[in-house]
């Protein structure tokens, strides 16, 4: 049984750049959220992708952009790169029977970007 | 928003010793999670807690929901030199999102 895959694993990029992120959900998941996780900090919610729309978002500006394809992957994209956006950017896939939920995530191993 | 305090922020031990950490929130949850993070892994889930007062383990392993409804233990029994690592507590699951608080290290001496 896969679980949540994740790519690329590491990537460099320099400031103003663009970068795309991409996230396979574990099999049977139709839920995918995204957490940014700076160093020494835990993760911090970006937003939730289901049935194709982003459902809920967290504090962050509109540079952080998603997309979630039929198949349930998701891709998360941010735009104008800053040194600040250098973090671990999490997947977590999860299973929502309709509006319900609880909270038990599956993350994968991670993106680790670096801005320069 | 709502804000985790996790507390120690690290531990170092002596094999076998036993562990306890605690994390409190600013308003009421109605989950609280616990995870752990290995070094270039993401985080795993350990213990779900729903209910106020429940108390759930998993192997050696024991966590609790608060009363107040505020506040969450970790305990971990005859600790090993696997559980090292940085665990997370995490709540409430509202609005589809989880707030995580910032970790305890946990490192182990066998």
């Known amino acids: 049984d896969a679980g949540v895959t994740q790519s690329p694993t590491h990537l460099i990029k320099t400031r103003g750049q663009q970068v795309t992120l991409r996230c396979s959900p574990k099999s049977g998941h139709d839920t995918v959220s995204w957490y940014q996780q700076a160093l020494g900090q835990g993760p911090q919610f970006i937003f939730q992708y289901y049935e194709e729309e982003e459902r809920q978002r967290g504090n962050f500006p509109d540079r952080f952009s998603g997309h979630q394809f039929p198949n349930y992957s998701s891709e998360l994209n941010v735009n104008a790169l800053l040194l600040g956006d250098s973090a671990l950017y999490l997947c977590?896939?999860?299973?929502?029977?309709?509006?319900?939920?609880?909270?038990?995530?599956?993350f994968g191993e991670g993106s680790r970007l670096t801005v320069l | 928003g709502q804000q985790l305090n996790q507390s120690p922020q690290s531990m170092f031990i002596q094999e076998g010793e036993d562990v306890s950490m605690n994390c409190t929130s600013s308003s009421i949850f109605n989950t609280w999670l616990w995870y752990k993070q290995d070094p270039g892994e993401g985080p795993v889930l350990l213990i779900a807690?729903?209910?106020?007062?429940e108390l759930t383990s998993n192997g050696r392993l024991t966590a609790q929901f608060g009363i107040t409804r505020k506040d969450s233990f970790l305990n971990i029994s005859a600790s090993i030199p696997s559980d090292v690592g940085i665990y997370f507590c995490a709540g409430p699951w509202s609005n589809y999102k989880l707030t995580f608080g910032k970790g305890t290290l946990l490192t182990v001496n066998p």
């Open positions: 807690l729903y209910k106020a007062g």
């Open positions: 977590a896939s999860s299973l929502v029977a309709g509006a319900q939920g609880t909270g038990e995530l599956f």
